[in-house]
């Protein structure tokens, strides 16, 4: 059974960083695609940031340059570095995995956390 627990959210003010965490259990993560999204409060779900098996990584235009995906294979986790926040980066942010597909931003992927509520105060 593949299990995403999500940690690491909470209030910042505008200008700071989090870090989040995706640990992964019940297979092994370095050969997952591994994808995060968020969905702020009456809007659609979107994605944030993504990691092929092979560490390619893409982002979401309004991400780039400000968030970091990656993560740690021995300890089976992956990670979102988010840093000059912005007040619209508000939102429960989800890590996702799938272990059949390549790399994709559509929200098809099998395996998600329960989410982690980030909000940045202006």
């Known amino acids: 059974q593949v299990q995403l627990v999500e940690s690491g959210g909470g209030l910042v003010q505008a200008g700071g960083s989090l870090r989040l965490s995706c640990a992964a259990s019940?297979?092994?993560?370095?050969?997952?695609?591994m994808g995060w999204f968020r969905q702020a409060l009456g809007k659609e779900r979107e994605f944030v940031a993504g990691?092929?098996?092979?560490?390619?990584?893409i982002y979401a235009d309004f991400v780039k340059g400000r968030f970091t995906i990656s993560r740690d294979n021995a300890k089976n986790t992956g990670y979102l570095e988010m840093n000059s926040l912005k007040p619209e980066d508000t939102a429960v942010y989800y890590c996702?995995?799938?272990?059949?597909?390549?790399?994709?931003?559509?929200?098809?992927?099998?395996?998600w956390g329960q989410g982690t509520q980030v909000t940045v105060s202006s």
């Open positions: 996702a995995a799938d272990w059949s597909r390549v790399l994709t931003t559509r929200d098809v992927y099998a395996y």
């Open positions: 019940g297979r092994t993560f370095s050969s997952a695609i």
């Open positions: 990691m092929s098996r092979g560490g390619n990584t």
